[in-house]
């Protein structure tokens, strides 16, 4: 059975920190590319951060959170990571870990909240 599990997210205040963690089971994690996706209320699900397969060698971020957020992966523990920093109101949303490949099916893991507020 296919799982994306996300944790890490809660209440923090502006200018702090978290880190979200995404693990992985009931398939080869190490052949796809993670994403990570927030959706905020009442705006359409954005794109925040990707890493490649295997090494993870490539990464690439949205313009709103690049020099904040840094985006990894421990294909040891089929686990991708989002360390958030500097963190703002306007980041507050659902985050969602996602994971594609071109030709195999893409998983959705269920979301974990992220509230930025003082």
């Known amino acids: 059975q296919v799982q994306l599990v996300e944790s890490g997210g809660g209440l923090v205040q502006p200018g702090g920190s978290l880190r979200l963690s995404c693990a992985a089971s009931g398939f080869t994690f190490s052949i796809y590319f993670m994403n990570w996706y927030r959706q905020a209320p009442g705006k359409e699900r954005e794109l925040v951060a990707t890493?490649?397969?295997?090494?993870?060698?490539?990464?690439n971020y949205a313009n709103s959170v690049k020099g904040r957020f840094t985006i990894s992966r421990d294909n040891t523990k089929n686990t991708v990571y989002l360390q958030m920093n500097s963190l703002k109101p306007e980041d507050t949303a659902v985050y969602y870990c996602?994971?594609?490949?071109?030709?195999?099916?893409?998983?959705w893991g269920q979301g974990t909240q992220v509230t930025v507020s003082s």
């Open positions: 996602n994971a594609r490949h071109p030709t195999q099916p893409g998983y």
């Open positions: 890493i490649s397969s295997r090494s993870g060698g490539i990464t």
